[in-house]
């Protein structure tokens, strides 16, 4: 399993039987904004996990104040290579001190410490948002991949190809990006033999969105915000582009390839979406009922058809009616016959907070009409 908490994110391995918790990585940087991945095992018998950045908006700023700030001051994102900065830091004011002190802060640097121009910062194996994999025990751990915002959701097909969902930048505060897509990536490096890669793959963040386009590209200059600049000069090979590109804001999650005729739709991809945070991260009209869903991908044909959804887009809670509110999960059974899919409840959102609800969260369990009807 994957622990975040404090400065770093740890895999561990719990005994059901002793109940002993035993941590196997213990180094992975974090005190941040997103999620770790994984991990999931593939059918050579490694171990995949990834974890997101500590920034937001690959810049550690005051919109994450109780996340990155207040909590863990020192945290920061880590290149997974070096890279060296264009010294185009972020103005912003200082939340800890009295309004309006204001303070410049540099990408790869803690809140408040600005970057110069033409310097390097070093990378690290242990980096963020990022995808290693290692052995089952954590031993020889290896860098596949970095520049994934936010690599929450990871599957595998029957072939061993790993496949990592990554959401979009956000239309809001110091270093704001505009329709930016959810994407899922290809993690090419993992079909590597183990312990060959020797040079990790570089899919955009800080400064590349998921359509391959720089951050400052006029189709994603801000109606809300300070439009970003870019942060990285003469970046590292993109790895791109992305096998399948979905509406911003719509936050892909978990996900899982079916593997059964049983079920059907064998060899597509189920991904659960767990819904847009518009308008508190997107002034669009047009992002609000983006996502509340779960969509099967061919990630060949880079497609994707609505699998599971209310008859309304958006949460059951907004039309006061039953169905789905923000599926955040989604995992076949071991014989393939069945669909699980985690719903996180209710979650209202206004332009300037999110409010979660305690126990509201379901479990559906989707099988073919054919099953149902004996």
């Keep these: 399993m994957a622990l975040k908490g404090g400065y770093h994110m740890q895999i561990a391995k719990y005994n059901l039987a002793s109940g002993e918790l035993k941590i196997l990585i213990d180094q992975l940087p974090s005190g941040g904004w ?14 995949y996990f990834g974890n997101g950045s500590v920034s937001q908006q690959g810049v550690t700023l005051p919109a994450g104040f109780t996340v990155d700030l207040a909590k863990h001051p020192n945290a920061h994102d880590v290149p997974g290579q070096d890279v060296t900065l264009t010294g185009n830091n972020v103005r912003s004011r200082d939340p800890r001190l009295p309004y309006p002190y204001m303070i410049e802060t540099g990408a790869f640097k803690p809140f408040g410490t600005p970057a110069e121009k033409g310097e390097v910062v070093k990378g690290e194996l242990f980096c963020n948002s990022a995808v290693w994999r290692s052995r089952p025990d954590g031993t020889d751990v290896e860098l596949l991949a970095w520049g994934v915002r936010n690599p929450f959701g990871m599957a595998m097909n029957e072939a061993g190809e790993l496949y990592v969902s990554d959401n979009d930048f956000e239309e809001k505060g110091e270093r704001a990006v505009a329709n930016d897509p959810d994407r899922i990536w290809h993690i090419q490096n993992a079909s590597l033999p183990f312990g060959s890669v020797k040079t990790p793959a570089w899919y955009g963040f800080p400064d590349i969105c998921g359509d391959g386009l720089p951050v400052n590209h006029e189709s994603h200059l801000p109606s809300r915000g300070k439009a970003a600049e870019l942060l990285l000069e003469n970046p590292p090979e993109w790895a791109g582009p992305a096998v399948f590109l979905e509406q ?21 991809l189920f991904v659960a979406e767990w819904g847009t945070l518009a308008p508190l991260n997107s002034p669009r009209p047009e992002d609000l009922d983006h996502g509340f869903r779960v969509i099967r991908v061919n990630v060949e044909k880079g497609t994707a058809e609505p699998f599971m959804h209310n008859r309304k887009m958006g949460p059951a809670s907004t039309y006061g009616t039953g169905g789905i509110e923000r599926p955040v999960s989604c995992k076949f059974s071991p014989d393939g016959k069945a669909l699980y899919v985690l719903d996180f409840g209710v979650a209202t959102v206004t332009s300037g907070n999110m409010l979660a609800f305690a126990h509201t969260g379901v479990l559906w369990k989707v099988t073919r009409k054919e099953e149902n009807n004996g």
């Design 34 to 47: 997103h999620e770790p991945g994984g991990p999931i095992f593939g059918p050579d018998g490694m171990m």
């Design 248 to 268: 911003p804001h719509s936050c892909m999650c978990k996900m899982d390839f079916s593997r059964s005729d049983a079920f059907g739709h064998k060899g597509e």
